[in-house]
């Protein structure tokens, strides 16, 4: 296949899925509902919006991975595909808002095509917005495109009374929550890690002593997170339950991996590399758990305006209602989208989140999945809406500004020491190098490893101006709707 034959590979096998989404929801869909085009219409808008999902959400979780040299980028896409479709299939639950996350109060319940149009419109913008951003390799959260949608069609069909503005400052106020305390868990961590094994003279035998802690404690909080936030649509426990879940986990998993690092230890050498690679099975199971919770959640963002317009298309059904159950082809069409836009678009993304913000190995990338359920947990305990996009990011961006700061703390202590001192006992990383050899290598380090600011600037403003952006395409959108079938 030549190099223009892959151009245009991905956007025509993304058109032939449209086309089966068409043909799939003419079949299924009933001849005698009112509205039945627009039910067929708003099916396609959402496979287009489970596509775009697949190729910029997904690789939040995949991407440090990828980035780590834990997984190949085949076997990260066959894992998320997978996690993805499960995730949806099995946990997505039957029941989703009809007006997400509570952003506007219901309008009148008697004008159902305007509602409809008002979701279709929604829909379209976010898929639309989270397509652009794709292009231009942002990351952005799916689940702010889809309130932006909601809000921009939401206040041009009835109006800013129609807003919950209390709903909106905490949206808003995610923004810097979820990306700062993701990036200090994260940095944190790899400070722990850091000073507990890979600076310590003997790294192997620091290894066999703490590697089995940092396993117990990621397999706890994801047993944690997978209980409350993973299975939430279909399993409801209390908090002690999900505290119980997550003690025995931990003692389950340190038991476990005592024998299987001390066994893995014999066989590596004192050098960093080797020692990173200890936490690449727990790395591939976080990545995986993060992709089933990802598909279970954020399925929703696909086919929730999906599923309430089939509730109020439907006879007996009709009316706005505060949630409707989704049925079971409109959830196949979401967790198939969400597979096929990964597989389809994925890579470009997953290599701009893995590489190109900053480096990352497997140490960091266990750091980073880590302050992803630990940060999910500690806003679901206090009721912060947090966005998973925002956590991941934030978390490269810390492990990466941690180890900025290392570098220029070695360059600093390199011109103090001068190149006649001898080196000091405790200097970290660098146990085999004279000063000068050091301060050669901090600074082409420095050079090689800074937080791309190219990156980190095109992204926080992705963030930004998302909701205002989806909102006024949505706004544009329902009224070019009302033009064309009112």
Request: proline share 4%.
């Amino acid at each position: 296949m030549d190099a223009r034959a892959r151009k245009f590979a991905a956007p025509g096998l993304a058109l032939l899925f449209l086309v089966a989404v068409v043909l799939f929801a003419n079949a299924v869909v009933q001849d005698d509902i009112p509205l039945r085009f627009f039910v067929i219409a708003a099916g396609v808008i959402g496979g287009y919006m489970a596509l775009n999902i697949g190729a910029n959400d997904v690789a939040n979780n995949m991407g440090p991975a990828v980035g780590g040299r834990a997984l190949t980028m085949t076997a990260a896409l066959i894992i998320a595909a997978i996690c993805e479709a499960a995730g949806a299939v099995l946990a997505g639950g039957d029941v989703v808002s009809t007006i997400s996350k509570g952003i506007i109060a219901p309008p009148n319940a008697d004008n159902t095509l305007d509602f409809v149009l008002m979701m279709m419109a929604a829909l379209l913008s976010a898929a639309m917005w989270i397509h652009l951003a794709t292009f231009f390799n942002a990351p952005v959260s799916t689940t702010h495109s889809i309130v932006g949608g909601v809000l921009g069609a939401g206040v041009t069909a009835a109006g800013f009374q129609i807003v919950n503005w209390g709903t909106m400052s905490a949206i808003a106020a995610s923004w810097v929550v979820s990306p700062v305390l993701g990036g200090l868990i994260a940095a944190g961590m790899l400070g722990l890690i850091k000073w507990t094994v890979l600076f310590r003279e003997d790294r192997v035998e620091a290894a066999r002593r703490w590697v089995p802690f940092f396993i117990a404690i990621m397999v706890g909080v994801f047993a944690a997170y997978m209980a409350q936030k993973g299975f939430k649509r279909i399993w409801h426990p209390s908090g002690a339950t999900i505290a119980a879940v997550s003690a025995a986990s931990f003692f389950a998993a340190w038991a476990i991996s005592i024998p299987w690092i001390r066994m893995r230890a014999r066989q590596i050498e004192n050098k960093r590399k080797q020692v990173t690679s200890l936490f690449d099975l727990p790395l591939i199971l976080s990545a995986g758990l993060l992709s089933f919770a990802h598909g279970a959640n954020d399925v929703a963002n696909a086919v929730g305006p999906l599923a309430a317009i089939v509730s109020v298309a439907t006879p007996g059904l009709g009316g706005v209602q505060t949630e409707v159950g989704i049925p079971f082809w409109v959830l196949l069409i979401g967790s198939t989208g969400i597979a096929a836009g990964l597989a389809l678009f994925g890579p470009r993304l997953i290599q701009t989140v893995g590489k190109k913000i900053t480096r990352m190995d497997m140490v960091r990338a266990y750091c980073v999945a880590l302050a992803a359920g630990t940060t999910v947990l500690i806003a679901s305990a206090f009721g912060l809406p947090v966005s998973s996009t925002h956590i991941a990011i934030g978390g490269i961006f810390g492990v990466g500004f941690l180890r900025e700061f290392l570098i220029n703390r070695d360059i600093k202590r390199s011109t103090v020491i001068g190149s006649k001192e001898p080196k000091p006992a405790n200097w970290p990383g660098k146990l085999n190098k004279t000063p000068e050899q050091a301060l050669k290598r901090a600074r082409k380090r420095e050079k090689r490893r800074l937080v791309r600011r190219r990156h980190m600037y095109g992204i926080a403003a992705a963030w930004v101006i998302t909701v205002p952006a989806a909102g006024l395409l949505a706004g544009g959108i329902y009224l070019c709707f009302r033009l064309v079938f009112e």
